[in-house]
């Protein structure tokens, strides 16, 4: 599986994107243009859709969102989006999310992160292995993705917002580039 991680853009508080990070959306869409990419999983988050969104769109890729890539900085219900505010997002109306709404922990410790992320990264490598897969979610969640797969990678190291980076594994390694 070729995993390609996208943090969400700058955003305000409640997850709405700023104007600095609307205008960044250009910039992703452009790192994005030429990489194959046949399926995009996102945190629940307003911020992560508005991120992805025109990006979904314009490759006619529904989004699965996924309770797994969310941050937990807050409880789940003060944030969630309802089902008429989805529906601005080209999001697949037929994928369950591999983590339950209510298995969502508040406050979550760093432990509960890193085995939520193992856990549905391993889900992913094993349903989509020969495939390209994108992964929008939050800096916290991120970190902690790369965290699992280069021992070497510090996990308090702050992932900057619009980054798009790629896991490749290669001979049992795996490989970190940033784009």
């Known amino acids: 599986m070729r995993l390609l991680l996208l943090s969400s853009e700058d955003f305000e508080t409640d997850y709405k994107l700023t104007s600095i990070g609307k205008s960044n959306i250009k910039y992703l869409l452009e790192k994005l243009e030429d990489i194959n990419i046949n399926y995009i999983y996102s945190s629940p988050l307003r911020s992560t859709l508005q991120t992805i969104s025109?990006?979904?769109?314009?490759?006619?890729?529904?989004?699965?969102?996924?309770?797994?890539?969310?941050?937990?900085?807050?409880?789940?219900?003060?944030?969630?989006?309802?089902?008429?505010?989805?529906?601005?997002?080209?999001?697949?109306?037929?994928?369950?999310s591999f983590l339950a709404k209510n298995s969502c922990y508040y406050p979550e410790d760093i432990n509960l992160l890193k085995n939520r992320i193992y856990n549905f990264i391993t889900y992913l490598s094993t349903k989509h292995e020969n495939d390209s897969v994108l992964l929008v979610s939050h800096n916290t969640v991120i970190n902690s993705i790369i965290h699992n797969y280069?021992?070497?990678?510090?996990?308090?190291?702050?992932?900057?917002?619009?980054?798009?980076?790629?896991?490749?594994l290669k001979n049992d390694e795996y490989k970190l580039l940033e784009y």
Not at 80 to 86: A, F, G, K, N
Not at 154 to 168: F, R, V
Request: no cysteine; net charge negative.
């Open 150 to 168: 280069i021992t070497h990678y510090d996990i308090n190291t702050l992932y900057n917002y619009g980054k798009l980076t790629e896991i490749q």
């Open 54 to 96: 025109d990006f979904s769109n314009k490759r006619n890729i529904n989004i699965n969102i996924d309770y797994s890539l969310a941050e937990y900085n807050y409880p789940i219900n003060s944030y969630e989006l309802s089902l008429d505010e989805l529906g601005f997002y080209n999001f697949n109306e037929d994928y369950y």
